[in-house]
């Protein structure tokens, strides 16, 4: 399902059919959606990078936001980002290398940096930049920072790629005539 006006997919991109896309969406190269996942572009067009996995019930949303002049125009996502099953992600900014777990809640204030998780279940809502290289987690929310960004998820990714095709209906890139 999308009501998707302008989508890109860039090469080697799995689109399940199933997504769900609304709005201005480029899709960079080798990233993945399962169905179900969910990316919403009302408040700009929002540019994904490369080797990002969206798993089932993700939903990343850009907001019009009238009264916030601070809010970009366009969602800038990183690359090798993970968005696990059911959370949701309405921040300004997203790096490269996040990971967002099961169930977390990222509100529209929020700045992810750069090797962030976002553990399972945890809301964060105030202003606030994340650094690069935090860990939040449990009830507390509990900051550690790391010493290292966590791994890109290449394997799950390659296995994934291969995998869903074979169970799931894809969207195709649109051909693009040749201009000589």
Request: with cysteine; glycine share 8%.
């Amino acid at each position: 399902m999308s009501s998707s006006k302008d989508l890109r997919i860039g090469q080697g991109a799995v689109v399940c059919l199933d997504s769900k896309l609304v709005g201005s969406i480029s899709i960079g190269p080798k990233s993945l959606l399962h169905p179900k996942s969910t990316i919403i572009a009302e408040g700009g067009p929002i540019i994904i990078g490369e080797s990002n996995i969206f798993e089932e019930q993700s939903i990343v949303q850009h907001r019009v936001d009238i009264d916030k002049k601070d809010r970009p125009n366009t969602l800038m996502i990183g690359s090798n980002n993970v968005f696990e099953v059911g959370c949701t992600v309405l921040a300004k900014v997203i790096g490269d290398n996040n990971v967002f777990e099961s169930k977390c809640y990222v509100g529209p204030d929020i700045e992810v940096g750069n090797g962030c998780i976002i553990g399972a279940g945890v809301k964060l809502t105030a202003k606030e930049r994340l650094p690069d290289n935090i860990i939040l987690t449990g009830t507390n929310y509990n900051r550690t920072i790391a010493a290292d960004r966590p791994p890109p998820q290449t394997l799950q990714l390659d296995f994934l790629m291969k995998v869903l095709p074979n169970y799931h209906h894809l969207r195709k890139p649109k051909e693009r005539p040749n201009v000589l």
